[in-house]
């Protein structure tokens, strides 16, 4: 039996919605300055009944910019948007949250709250709960 690598074998995913995430980003650039360009990211969502926002700020330099021939500012937004990405998925698991919704706002909600949704859904009669044991795969 071969190890599955831990980052593959424990992560869920924490969104569920029906485009990309970035189809819900905003952008927006800052006044430039000598020392170069300020970006940044914004992801509005509903928790509840207010709006909030998930914000990310990115620097690009003159000389970035032309880096890449000349495609500095595409592959700097591009490395922005995976780490920005990478930074709700995680707050998203740190928080026992999840990102789903319809609309063109996602929202935010517990776990917990769509578990017990779900669970509350289907029948439970006839249902044996087996016993589960975990067994740690050797190197």
């Known amino acids: 039996m071969r190890p599955i690598p831990i980052a ?10 029906p485009r990309a995430l970035e189809d819900y980003f905003a952008f927006a650039e800052t006044e430039p300055t000598r020392r170069g360009r300020r970006f940044s990211i914004c992801l509005p969502y509903f928790s509840g009944e207010r709006i909030h926002r998930l914000q990310w700020w990115y620097h690009v330099t003159p ?32 928080t026992q949250q999840r990102l789903h919704g319809e609309g063109p706002i996602p929202i935010v909600s517990s ?29």
């Open 8 to 17: 593959i074998r424990d992560r869920m995913t924490f969104i569920e919605l």
């Open 63 to 94: 000389a970035q910019e032309l880096m890449y021939e000349g495609t500095g500012l595409i592959v700097f937004r591009r490395r922005a948007i995976e780490r920005f990405r990478r930074h709700i998925e995680q707050w998203l698991g740190s």
């Open 111 to 139: 776990r917990a709250v769509a578990a017990a949704s779900t669970n509350s859904d289907q029948p439970s009669a006839g249902v044996i709960a087996l016993p589960v044991q975990r067994i740690a795969a050797s190197a």
